[in-house]
């Protein structure tokens, strides 16, 4: 007679080997599908543009103002740069007697890259002349000058150009507008004009004026043309 015991434990063992192969492969499954979803990624196309423009660069004006010297027949240019000044010794009446003028050629240009436009104002830094001493100053004139300091008898011109814009205004302190109206003036770039301008003394000056004496100021202020 079989050992009944033995037998059920024999089959016992061979129902739990036919389970745990079933778990393994469960375990193996599952890790398999597991992996696959671990390392599994999803692919996306990808671009990069970058967008450049040509070189920006500010621009610039300078205004600069020139005078013919009356000796050389050079224009001798000076305010290079931002606001400079320009004392212009060629343009001097001393010993000056009634009736006496002097003439010179203001020349001014614009070596920016910028058109603008500008305005101007002139006065004489006193007023011991005034309001006997006038001048004249006419746009694209051409100065001219006779006479000498000797013979008390010199003689200042403007002649051509196309517009006067002083016309023998007398010179004080109180600064007066260049220009008809104080109105704009417009200079391309790398663009240039000419203004004569005639300073003298009043043929009616009274003797007491004797030993008197002043200079001419004219301020131009330029600004990009659009600029309020």
């Known amino acids: 007679m079989r050992d009944i015991t033995a037998t059920g434990r024999a089959r016992l063992r061979t129902a739990w080997r036919a389970i745990a192969s079933v778990q393994v492969?469960?375990?193996?499954?599952?890790?398999?599908?597991?992996?696959f979803a671990a390392v599994g990624t999803t692919a996306y196309w990808a671009d990069t543009a970058i967008f450049t423009?040509?070189?920006?660069?500010?621009g610039?004006?300078?205004?600069?103002?020139?005078?013919?010297?009356?000796?050389?027949?050079?224009?001798?240019?000076?305010?290079?740069?931002?606001?400079q000044n320009w004392n212009y010794s060629v343009l001097?009446?001393?010993?000056?007697?009634?009736?006496?003028?002097?003439?010179?050629e203001l020349h001014i240009r614009n070596v920016g890259t910028t058109p603008l436009t500008f305005t101007g104002v002139g006065s004489s830094t006193?007023?011991?002349?005034?309001?006997?001493?006038?001048?004249?100053?006419?746009?694209?004139?051409?100065a001219g000058n006779t006479g000498t300091r000797e013979a008390v008898n010199r003689t200042g011109t403007c002649s051509a150009?196309?517009?006067?814009?002083?016309?023998?205004?007398?010179?004080?302190?109180?600064?007066?507008?260049?220009t008809p109206n104080n109105a704009r003036v417009t200079l391309?770039?790398?663009g240039s004009m000419q203004v004569c301008m005639l300073a003298g003394l009043a043929a009616n000056t009274?003797?007491?004026?004797?030993?008197r004496s002043t200079t001419i100021k004219v301020v131009l202020n330029a600004k990009q043309v659009g600029a309020p």
Request: proline share 6%; hydrophobic share 40%; aromatic share 6%.
């Open 53 to 58: 423009t040509g070189k920006i660069e500010a």
């Open 92 to 104: 001097q009446l001393d010993n000056v007697s009634p009736g006496e003028s002097v003439a010179m």
């Open 161 to 178: 150009g196309t517009a006067t814009w002083w016309d023998a205004h007398p010179l004080s302190t109180t600064p007066r507008a260049v």
């Open 60 to 83: 610039h004006l300078d205004l600069q103002l020139g005078g013919r010297n009356p000796q050389t027949g050079v224009v001798e240019w000076s305010a290079v740069g931002l606001d």
């Open 206 to 211: 009274p003797n007491t004026y004797q030993g």
């Open 25 to 35: 492969r469960l375990l193996l499954s599952l890790g398999l599908v597991l992996g």
């Open 188 to 190: 391309a770039a790398n």
């Open 126 to 142: 006193s007023d011991d002349l005034s309001p006997y001493l006038s001048a004249t100053t006419r746009l694209g004139g051409v």
